[in-house]
């Protein structure tokens, strides 16, 4: 009796504030600064080396095709693979492939296949690193916490990619463009040390339970669609992926052309996304708790919807910055709250499977809105656009509330 104290203070304690939890949050706050550095450098890298239109369109698109390409078999390979082990490997890969990309940029020995090939792997090797910590998330937050740990992750995510990465990108990138991979290299770097002490472990999949691996990539696909839950919400997040990816294809051009703002504000709006995210990511948690996952997901929607119409129909000084605002908080809680019943509704052993598949599935339609909403606005115009997509969300939240809060927990 008198060792039970000792044993039990050396057991990893579970939910956010346990140090499992806090050592997966910095790597993941350290990989997201990483990610917003590169994908602010690299296509501006491209443009300025190359001055080729083609050039650049190609290293954008290369950082995008893994997620359709690799992430499938990347997904049922880390089902198979020790979590911790994955995320070392992936980290080491990113921090090497990097460094080789440093010494392109300072030797000036950077082409366009050399930018297209960093690019197709840095990605190739994300999508490794992202199934696999959603794994580790689950299991070191607990399933209880998971709301407060995706807004933890979801903020961490929106300061990394969206504010500290690009800042830093702009003011590295002005005094050599190389430093702006070696810092992304050593934030790689240290996410691999970092990780290595995440506990607890998630258990791969044995052996004998193992099927080929096109039959593991087909098994985590059907479960996304025959489960009533991860149905629901993947289909919402596709057909809303589709309608804002439209409005983000045309949206500077709308508040350049139509609601006169200057070039220089543009990314003043950006900033408002984030901040409505961050501010999601801090209230969901308790916005749940207090009406329920599935009215505050079909409330984000609406909030989202009604972002994107203020953009056309409130025509007062400071409303873009609002709607944008309302965007952010929008999309954010939504992200928190679908990540949360994504993770409760699916096996642990298939949580690589399933993270791969729901992506595939919720990001496929990006590309077609986006390449949609030009021409559409061509033929009619970029404010029928926006409110035709606003509608469209609406439609979606009214459609998707009775479904949501039937299939999920």
């Known amino acids: ?15 956010v504030r346990g140090e499992p939890f806090r050592r997966l949050l910095t790597t993941w706050t350290a990989t997201s600064v990483a990610d917003g550095v590169r994908a602010a450098a690299l296509p501006l890298y491209a443009a300025v080396s190359t001055r080729d239109p083609v050039s ?15 992430a499938l078999p990347a997904g049922a390979l880390v089902d198979r693979m020790r979590c911790r082990g994955t995320l070392v490997a992936a980290h080491s890969f990113r921090a090497v492939v990097t460094l080789l990309l440093v010494w392109f940029v300072h030797s000036g020995q950077t082409g366009t296949f050399v930018l297209l090939g960093c690019a197709f792997l840095l ?23 998971l709301e407060r740990a995706n807004g933890r992750f979801v903020g961490a995510e929106t300061i990394g990619v969206e504010i500290a990465g690009p800042l830093a990108a702009a003011g590295l990138f002005a005094w050599r463009p190389e430093l702006c991979f070696a810092v992304t290299a050593l934030a790689f770097g240290f996410a691999a040390v970092w990780i290595l002490r995440v506990s607890p472990e998630v258990e791969p999949v044995r052996a004998a339970e193992r099927r080929s691996m096109a039959g593991e990539i087909r098994q985590g696909a059907v479960f996304v669609l025959s489960s009533p839950g991860l149905r629901a919400v993947v289909g919402t997040v596709g057909l809303v992926a589709l309608l804002t990816s439209a409005v983000n294809a045309i949206a500077v051009l709308f508040v350049l052309e139509s609601l006169g703002l200057a070039p220089s504000t543009v990314p003043t709006l950006l900033v408002c996304t984030a901040a409505g995210t961050l501010v999601a990511s801090r209230t969901t948690a308790g916005l749940s708790t207090r009406f329920g996952g599935a009215p505050v997901m079909t409330g984000a929607l609406l909030v989202l919807a009604g972002g994107v119409a203020a953009l056309e129909l409130v025509r007062l000084p400071g409303a873009a910055w609002g709607a944008y605002f309302l965007m952010g908080f929008g999309a954010g809680t939504w992200n ?37 909403a030009g021409p559409l606005a061509e033929v009619t115009s970029p404010a029928t656009v926006i409110v035709v997509a606003a509608l469209s969300i609406a439609v979606v939240a009214g459609f998707c509330a009775p479904v949501l809060r039937r299939s999920l927990p």
């Not at 009796?1 to 939910?15: C, F, K, Q, Y």
């Not at 650049?56 to 390409?69: G, R």
């Not at 709250?337 to 990006?366: E, H, I």
Request: no cysteine.
């Open 123 to 145: 990605s190739s090797a994300e999508t490794f690193a992202d199934s696999a910590t959603q794994s580790l998330l689950v299991s070191a937050a607990g399933e209880r916490e």
């Open 336 to 372: 928190v709250l679908s990540s949360a019943n994504r993770q409760r509704l699916t096996p642990g052993p298939m949580m690589g499977r399933v993270t791969s598949a729901y992506r595939v599935f919720a990001w496929g339609l990006m590309p077609l809105g986006a390449a949609a």
């Open 56 to 70: 650049v369109s190609a290293v954008a698109a290369a950082e995008v095709v893994p997620w359709l390409l690799i």
């Open 1 to 15: 009796m008198s060792g039970a104290p000792e044993d039990l203070a050396e057991r990893p304690v579970h939910g």
